[in-house]
């Protein structure tokens, strides 16, 4: 088993998990290296670049700071020092935050398998194809996680409120003062973050504030039943998501 951070591998191993070997990545050349492409049209994060690394990337601060803000605010100072970006994805934690903020930027994972080389996922669907790459023994390489086209703007904004139970992430491109893309993520409720692209393109931003309600609740619809277990009153985390993700819309259109 390839450990890089360790955190949840040795939480796994006091709980049973017995790997016959674990293999330290830390000597790996690169491994937490956050840097512009050579296309200059991404920034790739190292697999093993640490949680307060992120957030205070000098890199990230130039050309995604909403990115390394959000980033900033994931669990307490000792995980941030110690967990890594690519644990945080691997680990298949409801409750975690990295794979909600990089699903809503489109981030891609990088990885090698014992057959190939230089394989790539969307984060947004790596929990349905979990279970085969760890059948191929996947080991994640770095995160690429693609910058706005020319012209544009790109605001993340991040509700973590509830977590561990509901996070809700929205991603809005925007150009010439109307939207050009937008894409939310609801954390929390599944294995994996549920994503979905908004129909928002070519709306004004003047306009978007009056749309907030009604694309808030058309996108927490598409979700699919909630499968982590919740005791609370019923449906309640489907209407809290439509109030915060409607919040967020609100907050980019002012």
């Known amino acids: 088993m390839a450990m890089a951070g360790g955190i949840d591998v040795v939480n796994r191993m006091k709980d049973g998990l017995a790997p016959p070997a674990l293999v330290l990545l830390g000597g790996v050349a690169d491994i937490d290296a956050i840097r512009l492409s050579p296309q200059r049209d991404a920034i790739e994060v190292g697999a093993g670049a640490r949680h307060d690394a992120v957030a205070n990337s000098d890199v990230l601060l130039a050309w995604l700071p909403d990115l390394a803000r959000c980033w900033e605010r994931i669990a307490n100072i000792r995980i941030r020092m110690q967990g890594t970006v690519a644990g945080n994805l ?5 409750g975690y ?5 990089l699903s809503a930027l489109g981030a891609s994972m ?14 947004r669907k790596f929990g349905e194809a979990a279970d085969s790459f760890f059948e191929r023994g996947g080991l994640v390489e770095k995160l690429r996680v693609p910058l706005p086209m020319a012209g544009t703007t790109r605001r993340l904004l991040y509700d973590r409120s509830l977590r561990p139970i ?3 992430a929205l991603r809005i491109d925007c ?13 929390g409720c599944h294995r994996w973050p ?5 129909p928002v393109a070519g709306v004004a931003l003047s306009e978007l504030h009056a749309q907030a309600d009604g694309t808030a609740r058309s996108a927490v619809r598409q979700m699919p039943e909630p499968t982590v277990p919740w005791f609370g009153v019923a449906n309640y985390r ?11 819309i609100r907050e980019v259109a002012a």
Do not use: H, P
């Open 175 to 187: 150009a010439g003062g109307a939207v050009v893309s937008a894409c939310a993520v609801i954390g």
């Open 90 to 94: 691997l680990a298949l934690m409801s």
């Open 166 to 168: 509901l996070t809700v």
């Open 238 to 248: 489907e209407t809290v998501a439509s109030v915060l993700l409607s919040r967020l």
């Open 194 to 198: 549920f994503a979905c692209d908004l």
């Open 110 to 123: 990088v990885y090698s398998t014992r057959d190939s080389r230089g394989d790539m996922i969307a984060v």
């Open 97 to 101: 935050e990295g794979a909600v903020l």
